[in-house]
């Protein structure tokens, strides 16, 4: 069941736009540390994870070249606000307003940890959805979920393999990032699994009412690519 389009049908529009916000959140709730029993971790863990599951829905769905757009509009978009808290905190705040330093601490993200979050999540992102892509050729459409959990694995493990060393490198010991590491990778793919049972059922909503399902054959896989679509 494939339906060769050239135009963006509002679901994929309206999953892309939600991927946008999904990253966007991540980083703004991502100045927050919260426990959970006797681990810590950021607030981005709550809305983060939903970013990879759209990411497998997009290419599941779509196709590799259409998630190649919407990872790069992520990209972009965080990039765009990021940019735009950088000029605000710059920008003198008015003598009487009290929340300059709650303000910056949220919005002034240190170009360090931007640049990490902007690496592991291009890296992370494309090996999700190439994943994803060649697993669903090679298993001929079958087996989603293994798909899904495995392209996790591997986006959110690429992700954490760069984020952590390029953002925390240095400033805390080579086990404790491991720890972290490990401690973000797991918990992720945990969600991941949690929330299975509702992809699968979006997933085949999707498809039918897309009526297309793409196997992504004799495409290319450059992410920079971004001509074809």
Not at 56 to 75: H, P, T
Request: net charge positive; hydrophobic share 50%.
């Amino acid at each position: 069941m494939q339906k060769n389009v050239s135009h963006v049908s509002v679901t994929y529009m309206l999953m892309g736009i939600l991927f946008c916000v999904c990253l966007i959140s991540s980083n703004l709730l991502g100045t927050k540390i919260i426990q959970l029993g006797s681990i810590s971790i950021t607030a981005g863990f709550i809305v983060f994870p939903i970013s990879y599951i759209l990411n497998d829905c997009i290419a599941e769905v779509w196709g590799y070249k259409k998630a190649r757009l919407i990872i790069w509009m992520g990209f972009v978009m965080n990039f765009f606000v990021v940019a735009l808290g950088g000029l605000a905190c710059a920008l003198p705040c008015a003598p009487f307003w009290e929340g300059e330093e709650s303000f910056n601490f949220v919005f002034g993200l240190a170009p360090r940890i931007a640049f990490a979050s902007f690496a592991a999540f291009l890296i992370g992102s494309f090996i999700n959805a190439m994943i994803m892509s060649k697993m669903k050729i090679s298993s001929k459409g079958r087996h989603f979920s293994w798909r899904a959990i495995l392209s996790t694995l591997g986006g959110e493990g690429a992700d954490s393999l760069i984020f952590f060393p390029l953002a925390f490198g240095g400033l805390m010991s080579n086990s404790e990032l491991f720890k972290m590491m490990l401690v973000q990778v797991t918990l992720k793919t945990i969600y991941e699994i949690i929330v299975l049972p509702v992809t699968i059922r979006v997933v085949r909503y999707v498809k039918l009412k897309e009526e297309t399902d793409v196997y992504d054959k004799n495409i290319s896989y450059n992410p920079f690519k971004l001509n074809d679509l």
